[in-house]
């Protein structure tokens, strides 16, 4: 099976309304070109779950600022005001999760778990409608999966099969968000023939992903 489709293609696999799982930290391992596509097709209503919203106007943060989000699923905004803007005026919805627990939920999905039990939160709003289970005497959340109808990731080097190697801190959510989503898409700063990445390299096996994009030098 070819895997290697166009950005274009890319990005109408994302519709109106839809869960989008966007890999990277403050736009470091962000797939831009993809990012850049959206807004370009106007693409509305998503629902995104990322580490963070980065900044005005970098990566996420131009979906933010076009307003194509209804709501992200997130660690933090602070680095983006206009996030804190639109939160406070109701234009979006935005649920602080803590960041190990952000990446534990995305994780739990991708490895079938119904969840996973953390004390992150307790005593705080955190816990809001959320099931507290006692473990040998101890009191915990039950934090629920979080799972996408697409993930959006970025590669440093991706062979046609979708066999990802990361360089350096691109690494972040990609991984974890290739395995918790119905549609995994890398877009790649390198595609190259299957062999040319060393097995011991790969970090995201080619099972994991659907499309490949980019690959342009």
Do not use: W
Not at 59 to 74: A, E, H, P, R
């Amino acid at each position: 099976m070819n895997k290697i489709i166009s950005l274009e293609q890319a990005a109408d696999l994302v519709k109106d309304g839809m869960t989008v799982m966007i890999g990277g930290f403050l736009g470091c391992g962000s797939p831009h070109k993809i990012i850049d596509k959206l807004v370009e097709k106007g693409v509305k209503d998503l629902t995104v779950i990322a580490n963070d919203t980065s900044t005005t106007e970098y990566g996420l943060g131009k979906l933010i600022k076009n307003k194509q989000i209804k709501k992200v699923i997130t660690s933090h905004i602070g680095t983006n005001p206009e996030t804190g803007r639109q939160m406070n005026e109701k234009e979006i919805e935005v649920e602080l999760v803590p960041q190990g627990t952000l990446v534990e939920r995305i994780r739990a999905y991708g490895a079938g778990l119904g969840g996973v039990l953390t004390p992150t939160g307790l005593g705080t709003i955190v816990e809001e409608g959320k099931e507290k289970i006692i473990v040998n005497g101890k009191e915990y959340l039950l934090e629920l999966p979080l799972k996408g109808d697409i993930a959006l990731i970025a590669g440093s080097k991706v062979d046609k099969k979708g066999n990802i190697y990361y360089e350096k801190t691109t690494r972040n959510f990609n991984p974890i968000m290739a395995t918790a989503a119905d549609i995994v898409v890398v877009e790649a700063k390198e595609i190259v023939e299957v062999g040319e990445i060393n097995p011991n390299d790969v970090m995201t096996p080619g099972i994991f992903v659907d499309y490949i994009v980019g690959g342009e030098k």
